[in-house]
């Protein structure tokens, strides 16, 4: 069964503490790895794809990168700004299908 | 603003009543998807259409039905509600009925069954 785990589900940072985001998939193969932020209340905001392990992507102080089983967000110089709960999706190959099956999120918290 | 709008934002119903929700895509896009997100789920896939014809089924309920109109609005229809029901739904919509494309969320609509 294709499957994302997130880890940690919380993470509390200082401004300025850099840290990283785990997301481990078990898919029979991808077609590719989404992350998104969600702010309470709100929808899913897109903010990478990746498609093979070894591809890297950056958007200002965040960073996704893609192995053969995970992807981890680093997140670089954080701002209380960049709290918000971060989402992992990847989509199967295989049939005809686009929908995304998501992990449950991590939580960042970001003091100033 | 992502370019995806949903109505209504918030709803709250009894048990037993039909409600619909709507979506509007991306100018655009022609695949739609809905999702369901609960507390202790996270977010899961219900149903995606594309451009009018039902393209994947997830873990979409029997009482649970959508739609896609010929101007590629959705309308997802819930019924004999339970309070289990009560969540986010929320609308997506992509280019392309497959292929990783990324999908673009609507504001949600908040359901509540009372």
């Given amino acids: 069964e294709d499957q994302v785990t997130q880890s940690p589900e919380a993470l509390r940072l200082q401004e300025g503490e850099s840290s990283s985001l785990n997301c481990s998939y078990t898919v029979s193969g991808l077609r590719g790895l989404f992350w998104y932020r969600q702010d309470p209340g709100k929808g899913p905001e897109f903010l990478f794809t990746l498609y093979s392990a070894g591809e890297e992507k950056e958007k200002e102080r965040l960073k996704a990168t893609l192995t053969k089983k995970e992807s981890f967000l680093h997140i670089t110089a954080p701002k209380p700004e960049d709290s918000a709960t971060y989402l992992c999706a990847v989509q199967a190959v295989g049939g005809s299908q686009g929908n995304l099956i998501f992990g449950k999120g991590t939580k960042l918290s970001v003091k100033p | ?114």
């Fill in chain 2, 1 to 114: 603003d992502s370019g995806v709008t949903q109505t209504p934002k918030h709803l709250i119903t009894a048990t037993g009543q039909r409600v619909t929700l709507r979506c509007s895509p991306r100018s655009g896009d022609l695949s739609v998807y809905w999702y369901q997100q609960s507390l202790d789920q996270g977010l899961q896939f219900l149903i995606q259409y594309y451009n009018g014809e039902e393209r994947a089924k997830g873990n979409i309920l029997e009482r649970f039905s959508a739609q896609q109109f010929p101007d590629l609005h959705s309308e997802l229809n819930l019924s004999s509600l339970e309070l289990g029901d009560s969540a986010l739904y929320f609308c997506a919509s992509s280019v392309a009925a497959s292929g990783a494309y990324e999908q673009y969320f609507g504001p949600g609509t908040r359901l509540t069954v009372t």
